[in-house]
């Protein structure tokens, strides 16, 4: 029996083994929801052993799979799509080709994937993008920075933090009729994380103070205080995210040492001198009654990690520390969560934290959501729920923009 067929009757076992992984009740189109949850696993895991035996770094495995959905810039009818560099960063630029007196918006979209993972070119942001350009006769800028771990942090936060500083000169917003009062910054899972940095980064700085009319965030994952949240406890196995995977990609944006990541799994990863931080990602001080769910707040445990991590205590990496000084001149915000994603809670402290600071926020939750949705749009694996989350937020931001 060849190589081959060996690894694909082994893959066969695992998937049969992983579609056994139960998902909500609730969830619509649950065989494609066990699908994916099964095919997400069983990646990790042929990953793991990949990076085990030499390889492939895990990540890598991931990567090279995502690859295969990456797009060239096409245009269409409508929109004329661009790939070109702000100075010397890749963007891809969606312009509206319709005539318009007026000046356009602009949506500055940051795509996720744990630091380590993503492109603004795979096609279910492509689609996203296309369309919000198409449905908003908008300007629509994707991002692609940098990636752990060849770029640790802050190396993803400064590509972005450049990109939307390049874009939001006069010259650059007069060259693409940009009107400078309507501009979003906009982002999912740990792009909403870098999103939810760059505005609260631009709106403390003087200079560049009230440039940002909107911020919209769609299931964004906020901190790396506190691993130990209720929906980190009820979703540790998923769907789609589960905690294995979420902690060894995320802390590749810290360190490639292994030591890390164990430790977060306990909840143990964060110095000693970080207590006073705790307080502003307290969830049992800011979800609302009905998600905590009778589950008992502990601290999480200090000073187990020898190596020190600063970044750790940095609110460029967990937004959710900044200080309600930081946090009250915020624009204008959406926040999309999903009931069933270990990042629900994060969504909601943040809301809670903007709300008690009188920033004004629009909040929609979906019941049946899970993390990612959106990023499964396209054949053959596309979510009803993905197109859902896309049109509430294409909508959101017609309506507010
Ligand atoms: C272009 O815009 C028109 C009018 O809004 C729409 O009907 C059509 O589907 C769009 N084309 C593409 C390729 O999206
Ligand atoms: C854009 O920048 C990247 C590196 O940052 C470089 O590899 C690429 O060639 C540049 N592309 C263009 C069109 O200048
Ligand atoms: C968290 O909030 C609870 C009240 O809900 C409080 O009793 C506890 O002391 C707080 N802990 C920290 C570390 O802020
Ligand atoms: C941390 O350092 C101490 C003393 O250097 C050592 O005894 C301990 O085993 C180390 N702990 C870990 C988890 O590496």
Not at 68 to 93: A, G, H, M
Not at 102 to 129: E, M, V
Not at 189 to 212: E, F, H, M
Request: glycine share 4%; hydrophobic share 40%; aromatic share 10%.
């Amino acid at each position: 029996m060849g190589h081959k067929t060996l690894c694909f009757g082994f893959s066969c076992i695992l998937f049969a083994y992983f579609i056994y992984s139960p998902v909500p009740e609730n969830v619509e189109e649950p065989w494609k929801i066990i699908f994916l949850n099964a095919g997400i696993k069983m990646t990790s895991l042929l990953a793991t052993l990949f990076e085990n035996i030499g390889l492939m770094r895990y990540e890598e495995v991931f990567l090279t799979l995502e690859s295969l959905e990456f797009t060239k810039p096409v245009s269409d009818e409508n929109i004329t799509v661009i790939d070109t560099n702000f100075s010397d960063i890749p963007v891809r630029l969606y312009l509206p080709k319709k005539k318009s007196e007026i000046q356009r918006p602009a949506i500055i979209f940051i795509h996720g994937g744990a630091f380590a993972l993503g492109s603004c070119k795979k096609g279910a942001y492509d689609d996203l993008n296309r369309q919000t350009a198409n449905k908003l006769n908008a300007v629509v800028v994707g991002i692609d920075y940098r990636l752990a771990p060849q770029h640790p942090f802050p190396a993803a936060l400064e590509d972005c933090t450049f990109v939307v500083k390049y874009f939001l000169q006069d010259k650059v917003l007069a060259k693409y009729r940009v009107d400078a009062a309507r501009i979003c910054i906009a982002g999912d899972s740990s792009g909403g994380a870098l999103a939810t940095t760059v505005t609260q980064q631009l709106q403390n700085d003087p200079k560049l103070k009230d440039r940002i009319k909107a911020q919209a965030l769609i299931y964004p994952g906020l901190q790396s205080v506190d691993s130990s949240l209720p929906s980190h406890r009820e979703y540790k196995h998923g769907p789609i995210l589960f905690r294995e995977m979420t902690v060894k990609l995320a802390s590749l944006y810290l360190t490639e040492d292994n030591v890390l990541p164990q430790a977060a799994l306990r909840n143990e990863h964060m110095p000693t001198e970080s207590r006073h931080l705790f307080k502003f990602v307290n969830w049992s001080y800011f979800l609302p009654e009905k998600y905590k769910n009778n589950h008992v707040y502990t601290e999480p445990i200090l000073g187990k990690l020898n190596a020190s991590y600063p970044a750790l205590m940095d609110s460029r990496l967990s937004p959710l520390l900044a200080s309600d000084s930081q946090l009250q001149s915020l624009p204008l915000t959406y926040i999309l969560t999903c009931e069933h994603d270990p990042l629900r809670d994060d969504g909601l402290i943040y809301i809670s934290r903007l709300r008690n600071v009188g920033v004004q926020v629009s909040h929609d939750h979906i019941e049946e959501g899970v993390h990612g949705a959106m990023s499964f749009t396209r054949a053959p694996m596309f979510l009803h729920l993905g197109f859902k989350i896309r049109n509430k937020y294409i909508a959101w931001l017609e309506e507010n923009l």
